[in-house]
């Protein structure tokens, strides 16, 4: 037992925590059961208030509680133990309403002693594994492990068996404004056109005008870079303010050049600077990148 404590906890390895969380997965996939610690009153074990995840699609649970009924609870849920005998859940919580729908007096538990800290981050990292979320959650589990827990993408990719690409590009999507997010949230928009409308002003008007003509991925990115060209003209014919005829003229052979926006900020009589490229796409960010280290 004692055994047990040392390896756990988040300050001796996120993979530590997760052990519990991916065992849960590979058991799902038809392998032995965890043993349970014991059976517990249904009565006796409550939901994490915490919990970051809220909604629980009806019709999964229906289909959980018909399993339930059938073969009972194959995993157990992960618990810890609190005052008066009762348990709150770490891990678990759609089995724990689904085996009430299903009229389960007992479910199966394993105890776990989390403290509050390690209870948040487990729920997110059980969310996060879970194949149901949409990208806007999975986002925001991952924006919260890096917030709350500090740790970074490089950790999260190892620990969860995600690459880098795939976390910063979900990550992104949070830029948009909120209700393009709710669009994805309901399966309006892919995850492939709300990408394409991160670099968009107007991303809320095209996400509606997308959602409305049935556009697809390449027909949004190509609505997003006709939606740029007018301000572009705009920029060249009138001059931005405190930048001279030379300065704009760089800037448009230099967009011409890399096809992409380019701004530069100098200021009249220095000699320093900076030039800011505007890039619509993972691709145009490859291509920089593959400019700036070229011998």
Not at 51 to 70: C, G, H, K, V
Not at 124 to 132: C, H, L, P, T, V
Not at 202 to 209: E, H, I, Y
């Amino acid at each position: 037992m004692a055994d047990k404590k040392k390896t756990r906890g988040l300050g001796r390895g996120l993979s530590a925590l997760m052990a519990d969380v991916n065992e849960d997965r590979i058991n799902q996939s038809g392998e032995s059961p965890r043993r349970a610690d014991m059976l517990v009153p249904i009565e006796r074990i409550h939901p994490n208030p915490d919990q970051p995840r809220r909604d629980f699609t009806q019709d999964q649970l229906d289909d959980l509680a018909n399993s339930i009924r059938e073969k009972g609870v194959i995993q157990p849920l992960i618990v810890r133990e609190q005052a008066g005998g009762t348990f709150e859940i770490v891990a678990g919580e759609r089995r724990w309403r689904a085996s009430q729908m299903a009229q389960l007096h007992e479910v199966p538990v394993i105890v776990r002693e989390y403290d509050d800290s390690e209870v948040l981050e487990i729920a997110i990292i059980e969310n996060i594994q879970r194949a149901d979320l949409n990208p806007v959650e999975e986002a925001m589990g991952y924006r919260q492990l890096m917030e709350k827990f500090g740790h970074t993408q490089e950790r999260l990719s190892e620990a969860l068996g995600k690459s880098r690409s795939h976390i910063a590009n979900l990550m992104r999507l949070l830029q948009l404004p909120d209700d393009v997010q709710e669009m994805l949230k309901k399966g309006d928009l892919s995850a492939g056109h709300a990408r394409a409308l991160i670099t968009s002003d107007k991303a809320s008007d095209l996400a509606r005008k997308i959602i409305k003509g049935g556009l697809s991925v390449r027909q949004t990115e190509a609505l997003v870079k006709k939606s740029h060209e007018p301000t572009t003209r705009k920029t060249s014919k009138s001059r931005p303010s405190g930048k001279d005829a030379d300065t704009v003229a760089l800037e448009g052979d230099l967009s011409a050049n890399l096809g992409m926006k380019v701004s530069v900020e100098h200021k009249s009589g220095g000699e320093s600077g900076q030039v800011t490229i505007r890039y619509e796409s993972l691709d145009q960010l490859d291509e920089i990148c593959r400019i700036l280290s070229a011998s």
